[in-house]
């Protein structure tokens, strides 16, 4: 020890403890007594203090120094010490993170990706609420099942689509639909009170498989944009089909919809519609919402007369057609049979397309069509007669369609073609038809008065009974509704002059029958004209119209006709006569409530009129593609063995799997499993690989998942 360090002198230990215990109680002799009469504070009633909802996207890390959190989807720190920096930054920072899938805000900003039309905007966002409605329109636009939801198939498109996606329950699915029905419903409403000023109405009842009557009623209206809309506004339940009761419904549903005016209502030729027209006619015209004196409001469904009257036609060639329907009956009722017949086809190499269909008893068209297909084939049902001893006691002592039979079904089929045609015309459900009815009407006409007075074909007696039936509904021009005589002459084409030429036509040039009719049409569309005049007159609404001249006119394409368009160059030939224009070509859901199959099938007539128009199914030419697809392949195969002919034992190979490929397609395998099979052919040439890499494409994107079940594409 030094020398300066050894003169310093240590107090002793006793006398220190002794300083700081009197230091201590001085201290305490400042710090106020403990109240212990004050409560206690309570524990929180909503349990311990929450966490700040940063911690939902953020994980604190346990291998730092300092506490430091990371977040999960950028994985960015921040310091997270709570009596230094708190959660202020995280919470910052999981709002505006860019890998956030669950952020909210900012939906509408989008990417650009190559979609099937090109360059497409696409939201990065998740968004629930747009996926569930995405599934709603899937589920109402294609018609599908609630349960659609559960499958297997569905459910896995959604988790590769969308990973994020909680698929909801088929209940779920069924309440989102009805509230979008509501929703869209509401919209409905606003536009017909705000620019709606007028509608024609359509309806019809039936009565379902679960033995209730339905009403449904269709809105048909004109758009601020002059385009044709139409709108089910109804599809509810009746008691009955009595004509007072209909008309009570449709009152109901026009005052459930705050419409007022109606321009006319068609329905078909039941008796009880003539007093539920009158009806409705009377509480209308209360409203003051009639067009004039309502002479035309009642309108006759033009393809129901028509059903009508071939119908009658088929009575008289009723042991022919059953005959042939027989036949048909025969083919398809069992897969052997169809099978022999088939062999039959083949054995006379006959070409055609068409697929043999059973009619329906309630729609003559479908029974024509039943014999257009049928006639093709005679050849192969004659030689049935002797491949197959069941198809001659199929028949009993009738025996199977005789060469007369044919024959008769052959002329039926010519005859009834200008039917089905004008059939397919007044049917037209996203097209105004108005101003080419009366040309269907005429051609009908010509063609059964040329029918009925040929006294040496066997068409005279159905002529003659049809005409009779034509005549009941369309023989006089009062029972023709004048507005469509006025949609002729509306067509810059065609004009008044058309009608006069019409009338001349059929009850003589000058004849005083023909006069007084054109007259009575002209006299009622001045009269029309002078309510119209008067009715916006009193509102001071003055309307300029700048519409095109007569020459710059164009009309809309229509089905080509020969009867019609014969009769259109008879009228360009009179007035190239008189030296004037010249014409120009015209061109079911049973385990449903009555209150959601509403919902289901009104949400998607509204919908669906902003995505794509109504088409029919058209089983035949699906089949056709699926037949030319299979041939396809077929000759794919044999070029694909050819080539691999000097391989030895792998020809064999390359056989059977061929062999083995043919069988899928004739049973309706997976156009996957057929994919997957042509590959393990052997010795492929590069061309069959492309071509079979764009059949595939085409067979995928066409028909997708198909089976073959007698020539019909039965979607699964």
């Known amino acids: 020890?030094?020398?300066?360090?050894?003169?310093?002198?240590?107090?002793?230990?006793?006398?220190?403890?002794?300083?700081?215990?009197?230091?201590?109680?001085?201290?305490?002799?400042?710090?106020?007594?403990?109240?212990?009469?004050?409560?206690?504070?309570?524990?929180?009633?909503?349990?311990?203090?929450?966490?700040?909802?940063?911690?939902?996207?953020?994980?604190?890390?346990?291998?730092?120094?300092?506490?430091?959190?990371?977040?999960?989807?950028?994985?960015?720190?921040?310091?997270?010490?709570?009596?230094?920096?708190?959660?202020?930054?995280?919470?910052?920072?999981?709002?505006?993170?860019?890998?956030?899938?669950?952020?909210?805000?900012?939906?509408?900003?989008?990417?650009?990706?190559?979609?099937?039309?090109?360059?497409?905007?696409?939201?990065?966002?998740?968004?629930?609420?747009?996926?569930?409605?995405?599934?709603?329109?899937?589920?109402?636009?294609?018609?599908?099942?609630?349960?659609?939801?559960?499958?297997?198939?569905?459910?896995?498109?959604?988790?590769?689509?969308?990973?994020?996606?909680?698929?909801?329950?088929?209940?779920?699915?069924?309440?989102?639909?009805?509230?979008?029905?509501?929703?869209?419903?509401?919209?409905?409403?606003?536009?017909?009170?705000?620019?709606?000023?007028?509608?024609?109405?359509?309806?019809?009842?039936?009565?379902?498989?679960?033995?209730?009557?339905?009403?449904?009623?269709?809105?048909?209206?004109?758009?601020?944009?002059?385009?044709?809309?139409?709108?089910?506004?109804?599809?509810?339940?009746?008691?009955?089909?009595?004509?007072?009761?209909?008309?009570?419904?449709?009152?109901?549903?026009?005052?459930?919809?705050?419409?007022?005016?109606?321009?006319?209502?068609?329905?078909?030729?039941?008796?009880?519609?003539?007093?539920?027209?009158?009806?409705?006619?009377?509480?209308?015209?209360?409203?003051?919402?009639?067009?004039?004196?309502?002479?035309?409001?009642?309108?006759?469904?033009?393809?129901?007369?028509?059903?009508?009257?071939?119908?009658?036609?088929?009575?008289?060639?009723?042991?022919?057609?059953?005959?042939?329907?027989?036949?048909?009956?025969?083919?398809?009722?069992?897969?052997?049979?169809?099978?022999?017949?088939?062999?039959?086809?083949?054995?006379?190499?006959?070409?055609?397309?068409?697929?043999?269909?059973?009619?329906?008893?309630?729609?003559?068209?479908?029974?024509?069509?039943?014999?257009?297909?049928?006639?093709?084939?005679?050849?192969?049902?004659?030689?049935?007669?002797?491949?197959?001893?069941?198809?001659?006691?199929?028949?009993?002592?009738?025996?199977?369609?005789?060469?007369?039979?044919?024959?008769?079904?052959?002329?039926?089929?010519?005859?009834?073609?200008?039917?089905?045609?004008?059939?397919?015309?007044?049917?037209?459900s996203q097209q105004v038809s108005l101003h080419t009815a009366y040309h269907q009407l005429s051609s009908v006409f010509g063609e059964l008065q040329e029918a009925s007075m040929n006294l040496n074909s066997d068409l005279a007696s159905v002529g003659h009974e049809m005409k009779r039936k034509y005549d009941k509904y369309w023989g006089e021009e009062k029972n023709i509704n004048q507005f469509l005589y006025f949609g002729v002459i509306f067509d810059p084409h065609y004009k008044f002059r058309y009608i006069e030429w019409s009338f001349d036509q059929v009850h003589g040039e000058g004849t005083e029958k023909s006069m007084k009719m054109a007259k009575n049409v002209k006299d009622n569309l001045f009269k029309l004209y002078t309510w119209y005049k008067s009715a916006h007159d009193q509102t001071n609404v003055t309307i300029r119209s700048s519409g095109p001249s007569d020459n710059q006119s164009v009309v809309d394409a229509q089905p080509r006709n020969s009867s019609h368009f014969l009769r259109a160059d008879a009228f360009k030939q009179h007035l190239k006569d008189k030296d004037t224009i010249d014409k120009k070509n015209e061109l079911e859901r049973s385990s449903l409530s009555p209150a959601v199959a509403e919902g289901l099938i009104c949400t998607q007539n509204w919908l669906k009129p902003a995505r794509t128009y109504f088409k029919d199914i058209n089983y035949i030419e699906e089949f056709g593609i699926t037949e030319e697809i299979i041939s396809e392949f077929q000759q794919c195969f044999i070029t694909a063995n050819i080539g691999a002919a000097g391989a030895g034992a792998a020809v064999g190979g390359a056989t059977g799997v061929a062999i083995k490929m043919f069988c899928l397609l004739e049973f309706g395998i997976l156009f996957s499993n057929v994919w997957l099979a042509y590959y393990e052919t052997a010795h492929l040439s590069k061309s069959c690989e492309l071509k079979a890499t764009k059949l595939y494409n085409r067979s995928s994107s066409r028909i997708g998942i198909a089976e073959l079940n007698h020539g019909k594409v039965n979607a699964q």
């Open 1 to 428: 020890m030094e020398q300066g360090d050894s003169s310093r002198e240590v107090p002793p230990v006793g006398l220190e403890i002794m300083e700081q215990e009197q230091q201590d109680t001085a201290t305490e002799a400042l710090i106020p007594p403990i109240d212990h009469s004050r409560k206690r504070r309570r524990p929180n009633a909503d349990g311990p203090k929450k966490k700040s909802s940063c911690w939902d996207h953020f994980i604190e890390l346990t291998d730092v120094v300092e506490r430091t959190a990371a977040c999960k989807h950028c994985h960015k720190r921040y310091r997270c010490d709570p009596k230094s920096h708190g959660t202020s930054n995280m919470l910052a920072h999981s709002k505006i993170c860019y890998k956030n899938p669950y952020l909210e805000n900012d939906l509408k900003q989008t990417n650009l990706a190559f979609g099937s039309g090109g360059l497409i905007s696409v939201s990065p966002k998740f968004d629930k609420e747009a996926c569930r409605k995405a599934i709603t329109l899937f589920v109402i636009l294609d018609e599908h099942p609630f349960r659609v939801v559960d499958g297997e198939g569905f459910i896995f498109l959604c988790n590769q689509l969308e990973p994020l996606l909680t698929i909801p329950s088929r209940r779920t699915v069924a309440r989102d639909c009805f509230q979008l029905y509501l929703d869209e419903k509401l919209r409905l409403k606003a536009y017909f009170r705000s620019d709606c000023s007028r509608v024609a109405l359509t309806t019809d009842c039936w009565t379902s498989i679960q033995n209730l009557s339905y009403i449904t009623v269709t809105a048909h209206f004109v758009d601020n944009d002059w385009n044709y809309q139409k709108r089910i506004i109804s599809f509810s339940l009746v008691p009955n089909h009595k004509g007072e009761t209909i008309g009570r419904k449709l009152e109901d549903v026009l005052r459930e919809w705050g419409l007022r005016n109606v321009s006319t209502i068609t329905v078909d030729n039941a008796s009880s519609n003539d007093v539920a027209v009158a009806y409705l006619k009377k509480r209308v015209h209360i409203k003051n919402g009639l067009m004039g004196e309502a002479d035309f409001f009642h309108m006759r469904c033009c393809a129901h007369i028509l059903n009508l009257i071939v119908n009658d036609g088929l009575k008289e060639q009723d042991s022919s057609v059953s005959s042939i329907r027989n036949a048909v009956r025969f083919v398809r009722s069992s897969p052997q049979r169809a099978l022999k017949f088939k062999e039959c086809v083949e054995f006379y190499r006959i070409t055609c397309r068409k697929h043999l269909c059973l009619d329906v008893s309630t729609r003559w068209n479908s029974t024509y069509m039943m014999l257009d297909a049928a006639e093709k084939f005679q050849t192969a049902f004659e030689k049935l007669e002797g491949e197959d001893v069941g198809y001659v006691e199929w028949f009993g002592r009738h025996g199977p369609p005789c060469y007369t039979d044919w024959e008769k079904a052959r002329a039926f089929v010519k005859f009834l073609k200008i039917f089905y045609e004008a059939t397919k015309v007044f049917s037209s």
